[in-house]
Antibody, heavy 122, light 106 residues
Framework: EVQLVDSGGGLVRPGGSLRLSCAAS????????MNWVRQAPGKGLEWVAS????????YYADEVKGRFTISRDNAKSSLSLQMNSLRAEDTAMYFC???????????????WGRGTLVTVSS | DIQMTQSPSSVSASVGDRVTITCQAS??????LAWYQQKPGKAPRLLIY???TLQSGVPSRFSGSGSGTDFTLTISSLQPEDFATYYC????????FGPGTQVEIK
């Protein structure tokens, strides 16, 4: 069974840092791109970052570029998101999601982890 | 950036009803559109990708159609487990989600 287990969320002050992790199992991790998607409380979904299977290609949403770093450890089947200079508007549930390819490109997200909550507040 | 809109924002329906949700892209996204279902406190689930292809395990009462800028998700006969929020997502240029449509019990 494919499983993605997100962890590392918590309460952090504005300007602080946090590192999220996602442990993957049940599939060949090195065959897939991985992604982070977030959801502010009571709001919709927002793509955050993507990383290709060998970390060759990395993409960020403009809102987090320069502050967040996505990375992966293929030996450990794990995905990370280092979040620096956090702002109140970064408060959200953060989901890791496996990439779903179609026509030679990363297009969709399936499946998703259960999420880890990040709260940025003083 | 491509913007996505959905209508209605919420719909009240009864078990057995046919429900239709529309999604519109701000520019042509060809057929690079997916639909996700999210229940309260749960992670989203991919239902349909590339407009009309059902993900494995998704019941056939779900269907999708459209191309270009206008897309539709249809639930042919609403079941109790279908009460949830539905999001569309474009995958033509970057990744953008619609604001969601909540399907509520009438």
């Amino acid at each position: 069974e494919v499983q993605l287990v997100d962890s590392g969320g918590g309460l952090v002050r504005p300007g602080g840092s946090l590192r999220l992790s996602c442990a993957a199992s049940g599939f060949t991790f090195t065959d897939y791109a991985m992604n982070w998607v977030r959801q502010a409380p009571g709001k919709g979904l927002e793509w955050v970052a993507s990383i290709s299977s060998e970390s060759t290609y990395i993409y960020y949403a403009d809102e987090v570029k320069g502050r967040f770093t996505i990375s992966r450890d293929n030996a450990k089947s794990s995905l990370s998101l280092q979040m620096n200079s956090l702002r109140a508007e970064d408060t959200a549930m953060y989901f890791c999601a496996r990439g779903f390819w179609a026509a030679g490109a990363l297009r969709y997200f399936d499946p998703w982890g259960r999420g880890t909550l990040v709260t940025v507040s003083s | 950036d491509i913007q996505m809109t959905q209508s209605p924002s919420s719909v009240s329906a009864s078990v057995g009803d046919r429900v239709t949700i529309t999604c519109q892209a701000s520019q042509d996204i060809s057929t690079w559109l997916a639909w996700y279902q999210q229940k309260p406190g749960k992670a989203p689930r991919l239902l349909i990708y590339s407009v009309s292809t059902l993900q494995s395990g998704v019941p056939s009462r779900f269907s999708g159609s459209g191309s270009g800028t206008d897309f539709t998700l249809t639930i042919s006969s609403l079941q109790p487990e279908d009460f949830a929020t539905y999001y569309c997502q474009q995958a033509n240029s970057g990744f953008t989600f619609g604001p969601g449509t909540q399907v509520e019990i009438k």
